[in-house]
C-alpha cells in the first residue's frame, strides 16, 4: 500500500506525512500542478490532498484531478462525497435540502430582476454570502431593502472580489484594539492592505448571482462538531466577535466535552455523515427561536482547534476522554478504504 500526498504550507499535510514516517507507512510525494499528475499516481493506491480552493491553481485543478483519480479506482482524501460542494454554499443548500437536514433558510437568484423583486418582498436583516470563502470573509449583514438592492446590484453587474481585502484589515484592527494582537502585527496588516492582492490568489469576480441566509437572531455563538469516519465526534463552541453576528474566524472559543456539548447537534452530525457517506466534515450549526439546531455550513477544510478538546464521541453518544489524533484518523481511514477496496 502506497499513499501519494500531495504538500501544503497549511493545513492537514505534515501531520499525514509525519503520521506515515512514524508508523513506516509508504508514502509519495506529489506534484499536481505538473501535467503528469496522473502518471505519478501510477504506483500509488490512494491520494491525499488538503486543498485551497482561494488559491487559483487549487481551483483550477484540484476537483478535477481528485475526481479523476477517484474515477481510476484509487481512494481519495477528500472523496468525491466529501469533495464536491467544498467551499460552494450553493451546493450545500441544495445538498442538504436534498435530504431534509435542518439548515438555514437559504435564497439564491440566478436573475437579477427576480432578485430585486424578492428584496421588495421579503424582510431584514438578511445575511448575505458569497459561495465561498472562510472565517466570515465574504459575510455581511443586510439590514434594509436600500443594502439589498445595492448588494444584488453589485452582484449582478460589477461582481465581488473572492479575497475581501477590507476583511482581513478590518479584523486586523479588531484583533489590535481587544489587544488581541500587537501593533507590530496590526502595522503588519495595513501593509499588506495597501499592497496589491496576491497573484496566487484567485482573482475572478464572483458574480451573475446573489446569495443570502435567513438571519437567525439570539445565537451569540455558533457550534463546531466535526466527525471523522462517521464514529467520531468532537468539537468547540465559538464565540461571536464583539458588537457582531458572525463567530466564524473570532478566534474566540470553548472546547466542547460532557459539560457543555449540544447533544442534538451531535445527533444531526452523526446522521448527516453516515446519510451522505461521508467520512471528514466540519458542521457548523446554530439555533432558531424555537431552541432547534441548524446546519449554517458544511466543510472538508478545516482547522486543526477543534481537535484540541479533552475527548470525543463515539457513534452511540459515549464520551471517550482521551487525546484527539484528527489527521492520524484521516490517515487510517483511507487505508481502511484501501484495504476494502482491494478486497
Given at each position: ?85 467544498y ?61 439589498a ?6 452582484s ?30 496590526f ?15 484567485l ?90 439546531p ?49 478486497l
Amino acid at each position: 500500500m502506497k499513499i501519494g500526498i500531495q504538500p501544503t504550507p497549511i493545513g492537514f499535510t505534515n501531520h499525514w506525512i509525519k503520521y506515515c514516517e512514524d508508523n513506516k507507512i509508504p508514502y509519495k510525494i506529489i506534484d499536481c500542478y505538473r501535467n503528469d499528475v496522473i502518471e505519478q499516481l501510477e504506483d500509488c493506491d490512494a491520494f491525499m490532498w488538503n486543498h485551497d480552493l482561494l488559491l487559483s491553481k487549487d481551483n483550477i485543478l484540484a476537483k478535477r484531478i481528485l475526481f479523476a483519480v477517484e474515477h481510476s479506482g484509487k481512494i481519495t482524501f477528500p472523496k468525491f462525497e466529501e469533495g464536491w460542494h467544498y467551499d460552494d454554499k450553493i451546493a450545500q443548500k441544495f445538498l442538504l435540502e436534498s435530504i431534509k437536514a435542518p439548515i438555514v433558510p437559504s435564497f439564491l437568484f440566478t436573475n437579477l430582476n427576480k432578485a430585486l423583486e424578492w428584496s421588495g418582498q421579503t424582510n431584514y436583516p438578511k445575511v448575505f454570502k458569497l459561495k465561498g470563502g472562510a472565517g466570515s470573509s465574504n459575510v455581511k449583514l443586510i439590514k434594509s431593502k436600500r443594502e439589498a438592492v445595492k448588494v444584488i446590484n453589485k452582484s449582478f453587474k460589477k461582481g465581488h472580489k473572492p479575497v475581501n481585502k477590507d476583511y482581513f484589515f478590518e479584523e486586523a484592527l479588531r484583533r489590535y484594539k481587544q489587544k488581541e494582537i500587537g501593533s507590530i502585527s496590526f502595522l503588519k496588516s495595513m501593509v499588506k492592505y495597501f499592497l496589491p492582492v496576491r497573484k496566487e490568489f484567485l482573482q475572478i469576480k464572483e458574480q451573475g448571482y446573489v446569495y443570502f441566509q435567513e438571519f437567525i437572531p439570539n445565537n451569540d455563538n455558533d457550534y463546531r462538531i466535526v466527525v471523522i469516519d462517521k464514529n467520531k465526534a468532537f468539537g468547540i463552541k465559538r464565540y461571536n466577535r464583539k458588537d457582531d453576528f458572525r463567530a466564524s474566524g473570532s478566534g474566540k472559543i470553548e472546547y466542547l466535552d460532557e459539560s457543555n456539548c449540544p447533544k442534538d447537534c451531535l445527533k444531526i452530525a452523526f446522521d448527516v455523515a453516515k446519510r451522505l457517506d461521508m467520512d471528514s466534515i466540519a458542521y457548523d450549526f446554530i439555533y432558531d427561536k424555537d431552541k432547534n439546531p441548524l446546519i449554517i455550513e458544511i466543510t472538508f477544510a478545516f482547522g486543526s482547534k477543534a481537535s484540541k478538546a479533552s475527548g470525543y464521541w463515539d457513534e452511540d453518544f459515549k464520551w471517550h476522554s482521551e487525546k484527539i489524533y484528527m489527521q492520524q484518523w484521516m490517515v487510517e481511514n483511507v487505508m481502511k478504504r484501501v484495504k476494502h477496496n482491494n478486497l
